[in-house]
């Protein structure tokens, strides 16, 4: 499809801790101009680990916006400068104990293309083997493993809804066959 | 898990065309005090319509945040005091000009349960006969339909990266059996 917003203006009006915002003055296609808000960030990593036995790990991570706890595939932002691949295996012993293997980039996600950049590498870890969780100092996260068809029936009953741990464990699952 | 932070502050900091953002000030479970960002919005609803001869119909879409082009599910925000069901209704014939017979709910998604309150309300319709598209007067989309094999290799192949889609679609291929 031909079709492109041009910028015409950009204004950076929140800077977050996590986010910045941007509202960005756009011309049209048919020339007309609008504003688009744009919430930028660094990215993060996310991980589907997979056990020997067809075990998969989850968090439990409160989640302020929705003011509830939501269980979750292992995932983390990005360092500033910090390779996908290294964060992944950062945050998956960080937050389970976990360390991997073999990791397997499965799908680079858009969890909000309508106003957010933000990027979401996901990877599949095996070869797991558990040592200590060493969550951030001011992180409150716990780790479970669950058989991959009680993960499924999670997604399916609606326990697990958040957008990359429902992608990313409904790829690995087609992927592995689980 | 008991865990839980507690409201100390809110203040709005940016109102926008489709999200507000707040800086929320909380007390985490070891008593200090921290901030998070929260991008509010009033939801929308997605949907993914699947032909009598087992296709998929596509939207695509330019999306200013990451400069480009997107293949997505049909999709639009919720109007004021508007039921997410008749949201998808309008929204698919709007952007593709399919009615459906039947309409099925599958998952209420959480795009970025980090910093976003957005929920996403998912359905599977079927029954599907054509009519004329009519997007709204700014909006330039384009639907196109594929057979579900095919979409599916969209999403292994990283052709498809919004979670949406990629989640409503994996998850209505294996519902579905597809």
Known sequence: MEYFEKTISSELVYKGNI????RVTVELPNGKLATRDVV???GAAAIVPVTSDGCIILVEQFRKPNERVFI??????LDEGEAPEN??????EEETGYRAESLK????????????DELLHIYIATGLTKG????DEDEFISAKSYPAKEVLDMIEKGII???KSVA???LAARMLKL
């Open 19 to 22: 986010i910045n915002v941007e």
């Open 40 to 42: 930028r960030n660094r």
């Open 72 to 77: 979750e595939i292992p995932a983390g932002k």
């Open 87 to 92: 964060c992944a295996i950062r945050e998956l």
């Open 105 to 116: 980039k499965i799908l680079t996600l858009n969890p909000t293309p309508a106003f957010a």
């Open 132 to 135: 200590e969780a060493k969550p």
């Open 161 to 163: 809804t958040d957008s």
């Open 168 to 170: 990313g464990i409904l």
